[in-house]
């Protein structure tokens, strides 16, 4: 009797940190979307969880909100889009110019945006982007902006590929792994901000990822730099983040490692409020789906689609992980 109560009590540290059923996870990701204060605030979405092979939950939460197959306008989720092409493009092997470009400390920060009938150079080079100029002040320094990757792609040889040009440059690049009936729009020629899909093709994109069938999965995390000013002002200058956080940006991508908020996931942010995301531990992946326009240039963050489908998924994220609903 000893030995088998010894037993039990060895044990019970052992149950109370078992991973919970996919049904504890499932039933506690779906009411803190439907119920979660910071979710109601983001809503109406589509949300969904998986892992590297499939779909494990999701739905629509509020009142007419999108599904998995609505095409919306993702604003910077796009950037995890192009670095993904990039990665296949080098096979892997980034130069020192594309890691600068890619966690924007190249210094192309006159940026600001494309015109729909642009091409990718033509918007570069417009009056409104600065001429396509560099800016000796932010030069080495993160400093959250399109112009990087608009004038990384004009070094990749895509200067002349219009929204339709540059959708199928970056479609046939990752196609051969996605499969060829992926589907990748652009409404602008902005490789930073312009692209447009749906949660279920983006969704492919981040299990391709996490399973590292795509190069970008093995760079997750690589070349993290610093990105608040309040933390590190000789390295960094702007960042959409709110300065109350300290998150590091990796190769067109974002690492949620604030020492106290963060759980170190990978994420992409769109300023509609498309969040896409990773576990830190690329078990899961991710999405609260939604295109939302108003507050988009609020002075305060906390109005932002991007910063409230954050504060909304990574209620679900953490839900979805410990098997417990947020409220």
Not at 208 to 226: D, K, N, P
Not at 270 to 293: C, H, L, N, T
Request: aromatic share 8%; net charge neutral.
């Amino acid at each position: 009797m000893r030995h088998t109560a010894l037993a039990l009590l060895l044990a019970t540290p052992l149950l109370a940190h078992a991973d919970p059923t996919p049904l504890q996870r499932a039933g506690a990701a779906r009411l803190t979307a439907e119920k979660s204060a910071a979710c109601v605030a983001a809503q109406p979405f589509y949300w969904e969880v998986g892992n590297a092979t499939q779909p494990l939950a999701g739905g629509k939460a509020g009142d007419n909100g999108p599904d998995r197959d609505t095409e919306m306008a993702i604003a910077s989720a796009s950037k995890w889009i192009y670095a993904g092409f990039v990665a296949e493009r080098r096979q892997g092997q980034l130069t020192a110019e594309d890691v600068k470009f890619l966690h924007f400390k190249s210094g192309y920060t006159y940026f600001h945006v494309c015109r729909p009938t642009q091409s990718v150079a033509a918007c570069q080079e417009s009056l409104i982007n600065g001429r396509g100029r560099e800016n000796p002040a932010t030069e080495d320094r993160f400093d959250y902006n399109g112009g990087h990757m608009q004038k990384h792609a004009v070094l990749m040889g895509l200067g002349s590929l219009g929204p339709d040009g540059l959708a199928l440059a970056v479609r046939q690049s990752l196609s051969p792994v996605l499969g060829h009936d992926w589907r990748f729009d652009y409404s602008q020629a902005q490789p930073a901000g312009g692209g447009k899909t749906t949660a279920a093709e983006y969704g492919r994109f981040l299990r391709a990822t996490m399973s590292e069938q795509l190069q970008i999965g093995r760079l997750l995390g690589r070349h993290a730099v610093c990105t608040n000013p309040q933390t590190c002002p000789r390295e960094a200058v702007k960042t959409p983040i709110p300065e109350t956080e300290s998150w590091h940006y990796s190769i067109g991508h974002w690492v949620e490692d604030d020492p106290q908020a963060g759980d170190g996931a990978f994420s992409s942010p769109g300023a509609f409020g498309f969040y896409p995301w990773i576990s830190a531990d690329k078990r899961f992946y991710g999405m609260v789906a939604r295109e939302q326009r108003h507050g988009v240039m609020s002075g305060d963050p906390s109005d932002k689609p991007a910063i409230a489908s954050v504060d909304c998924g990574r209620e679900i994220r953490a839900a979805w992980m410990d098997g417990q609903p947020r409220r």
